[in-house]
């Protein structure tokens, strides 16, 4: 062996000896998804100046985004998680009382629930919003408790307002939320659950939820998940 190759056995190291990087997960393909209901929902909006608009979901600054170049001020109210924590506290309640002499644990009060519920989280004027956002909010709800926010929706709407709403065609796996995208998609994004869902909605029980509106329009979608589009 010459000096130069024994310079080069040395000078190069060998290929056992040089690190490999790990091979990157692949990422998860996004949900995306068509949505029908979204773009009616815009049409009936298409003539407002200056609405305003109350998201149920969690905040997502593609969706305020959204709006807001349309003109429209947004408010967020996470309405599932606000109950969630609602339930909890009333539970830890209903345990304290059943501690004293005499007492037992009771089961909660949904009709109760509902009204003190609703003076704390949706206690605005009536007609202030134009649109509603609901997201698949009543399939997590206890009937009355759904019942009862239709009811203060319908108050809390202008004339001509619309809500957009969705519902499992089966119980879910997974627990979802959503943003809008653009005119016509949604992303349907994987979360930790909050509450399991209670009811899967018939169509007509859809419609005699919404009974007060003076007109609904349903969609079918290929990935049981159904839109409603409600006005008022």
């Known amino acids: 062996m010459s000096l130069l190759d024994k310079f080069r056995s040395h000078a190069e190291p060998h290929a056992a000896s040089v690190p490999r990087r790990a091979a990157e997960p692949a990422a998860a393909p996004r949900n995306i998804r068509n949505s029908n ?3 009616d929902f815009l049409w009936l909006l298409g003539e407002v100046q200056h609405g305003q608009l109350l998201d149920f979901g969690t905040v997502w600054q593609s969706t305020v985004s959204f709006f807001t170049e349309r003109r429209f001020k947004v408010y967020t109210a ?3 998680r606000t109950w969630r924590d609602f339930l909890a506290e009333d539970e830890r309640r209903r345990i304290a009382a059943a501690r004293r002499p005499g007492g037992e644990v009771q089961p909660p009060d949904y009709a109760g629930l509902a009204e003190a519920f609703i003076a704390a989280n949706l206690a605005y004027e009536p007609g202030t919003f134009r649109a509603v956002l609901a997201w698949d909010l009543f399939d997590y709800l206890p009937e ?3 019942r009862r926010i239709v009811d203060q929706l319908f108050e809390l709407l202008q004339p001509g307002g619309v809500v957009l709403a969705m519902f499992h065609s089966r119980l879910p796996d997974t627990f979802h939320r959503y943003r809008v995208l653009d005119e016509q998609h949604i992303e349907v994004l994987n979360a930790p659950p909050l509450l399991p869902p209670l009811r899967v909605f018939q169509n007509r029980e859809i419609l005699s939820l919404f009974e007060r509106f003076r ?7 290929r990935d049981q998940l159904r839109e409603g589009l409600f006005a008022k």
Not at 215 to 221: D, H, L, M, N
């Open 144 to 146: 009355v408790v759904s």
């Open 78 to 80: 996470d309405l599932l």
């Open 215 to 221: 007109s609904s329009k349903t969609y079918v979608g």
């Open 37 to 39: 209901g979204l773009k």
